[in-house]
């Protein structure tokens, strides 16, 4: 067993994320695991650029209300107390809505390939606005 000691919360590069988004690593992994793990707290509005992972992503919703979507349109909502599973290479977003910050720990294998994480183009005010829509979300 070992305990891991709190790490600094930082705000996420730009060049990946739209909006205020703040990442606390919870877990990096060592010597036993490639297993990694985030708590990600995303501003209304606020969500990562499309991507994927190499070996898939679970995300665990722990506060607020957000959007997951994928590149073919389809879209969930994601409140505290739910997960979900996205597929390995699957090109996907997720954020808060435009009105709801959204907290999640997001977690990885990371296993494999040494970026398990591919970053691709934003999603458009466009994209964002349609995610609402397919999830049912109101969007001002």
Same mark, same amino acid.
């Given at each position: 067993?070992? $305990?891991?000691?709190?790490?600094? @919360? ?32 995303? @501003?209304? =509005? ?7 992972? !190499? ?14 979507? @994928?590149?073919?349109?389809? *879209? ?10 996205? !597929? ?6 997720? =954020? =808060? *809505? ?11 294998? =990371?296993?494999?390939? $040494?970026?398990?994480? @591919? ?10 606005? !349609?995610?609402?829509?397919? !999830? ?5």
């Amino acid at each position: 067993m070992h $305990k891991n000691e709190p790490t600094a @919360t930082r705000k996420t590069p730009a060049e990946n994320f739209t909006g205020d988004v703040y990442l606390t690593p919870v877990f990096g992994g060592d010597d036993t695991s490639d297993l990694t793990c985030g708590l990600v707290r995303f @501003t209304p =509005g606020a969500r990562t650029h499309w991507h994927t992972h !190499a070996n898939g992503q679970l995300l665990v919703c722990t506060d607020g209300v957000g959007l997951v979507g @994928t590149r073919d349109g389809d *879209t969930v909502v994601l409140r505290a107390g739910e997960s979900v599973w996205i !597929a390995p290479d699957e090109e996907h977003f997720h =954020g =808060g *809505t435009a009105e709801t910050m959204m907290c999640h720990y997001a977690i990885l294998d =990371g296993s494999g390939p $040494k970026d398990a994480t @591919t970053w691709l183009d934003p999603v458009t005010d466009e994209d964002y606005t !349609a995610a609402h829509a397919s !999830a049912g979300v109101s969007r001002p």
